[in-house]
């Protein structure tokens, strides 16, 4: 049995049963992110959800940083700005904003997370060749997800839950 967290369009998670492996498929924005690896190492993928949970609980994120700039063009620009020697502290910038580092089910996107009062703006992009090639739509394609900071904080403690009981309702 698997359980369905959240709505694609935005965010959502599907997480079938668990045991040291679970696969966990993500959405966002209607593009299937976990598409490289579905397969998460349940201890370090529910630590890693919760600690973001946690952090959104408590009131952290930080607005779009460049007035005036749509969140697709934040996104670039953070991007570039990582990835530019020359920056003036522009990479520490973008570490701010870093989103789903849980590890090798979510490291196929790059992704920032925006917090707009009680809205996030979840910005994300695929960077493997691999994926590219077989999704060629996905190539330069930067896709963004607004949702409720409650419901995606609300996403985050059900997957943990579930990879805590597993879709049964039984303790992994």
């Known amino acids: 049995m698997n359980v369905v967290l959240g709505k694609k ?10 045991g040291p492996l679970c696969r966990v498929d993500l959405w966002a ?19 890693d959800v919760l600690d973001a949970a946690a952090r959104l609980r408590s009131g952290d994120g930080f607005p779009l940083p460049f007035a005036g700039l749509s969140a697709e063009a934040t996104h670039r620009r953070l991007m570039q700005d990582a990835g530019d020697d020359e920056s003036d502290g522009d990479h520490l910038l973008h570490g ?6 849980w590890g090798p089910t ?25 994926h590219l090639l077989s999704h060629p739509e996905d190539a330069g394609a930067v896709f963004v997800a607004e949702l409720p900071a409650e419901e995606f904080v609300g996403i985050l403690e059900g997957i943990a839950a579930v990879l805590n ?7 992994s």
Do not use: H, I
Request: glycine share 8%.
């Open 29 to 47: 924005a209607g593009k299937w992110l976990t598409c490289d690896d579905n397969m998460a190492y349940v201890p370090q993928f529910r630590r």
């Open 9 to 18: 369009f935005r965010f959502a998670a599907e997480v079938g049963e668990s």
């Open 106 to 130: 979510t490291d196929n996107v790059t992704a920032c997370l925006f917090r707009e009062g009680d809205r996030l703006v979840l910005t994300f992009e695929f960077w493997r060749e691999e």
């Open 165 to 171: 009981t597993g879709p049964s309702g039984r303790r």
């Open 96 to 101: 701010r904003f870093r989103a789903l580092l």
